[in-house]
């Protein structure tokens, strides 16, 4: 069972920027044949449902975005610390949610029912 510790988040103001990081415990990515799983962010804001965000693949060559943060968001991986980040710039009012990181075995989804272990998630409020 992959462990996923969240940390970051908080209150920020519009056009700031913020990095939220994801620990994966009990398991290294190097552990795992590079294409062989993949991470990714959902966010949920205020009485919706959980959606898509970012993703990366295990090897790093497949990122995919939502289409509100392109240009905005980043994912990235550091294997050194088995952490797993979203770079956020440019931030909205929009853009507040509680924030998820995801495992998942396989390649690259945006399906939530794909994901195999969640973070605890973390508050992101955007002031405008």
């Known amino acids: 069972q992959v462990q996923l510790v969240q940390s970051g988040g908080g209150l920020v103001q519009a056009g700031d920027s913020l990095t939220l990081p994801c620990v994966a415990s009990?398991?290294?990515?190097?552990?795992?044949?590079?294409?062989?799983?993949?991470m990714g962010w959902f966010r949920q804001a205020p009485g919706k449902e959980r959606v898509f965000v970012a993703a990366i693949s295990g090897n790093d060559i497949v990122t995919d975005y939502t289409d509100s943060v392109k240009g905005r968001f980043s994912i990235s991986k550091d294997n050194t610390k088995n952490t797993v980040f979203l770079q956020m710039n440019s931030l909205k009012p929009e853009d507040t949610a509680i924030y998820y990181c995801?495992?998942?075995?396989?390649?690259?989804?945006?399906?939530?029912?794909?994901?195999?272990?969640w973070g605890q998630g973390t508050q992101v409020t955007v002031s405008s």
């Open positions: 995801a495992f998942k075995v396989g390649l690259t989804s945006r399906a939530l029912p794909d994901y195999d272990s």
């Open positions: 009990e398991f290294a990515f190097s552990s795992y044949t590079v294409a062989s799983y993949a």
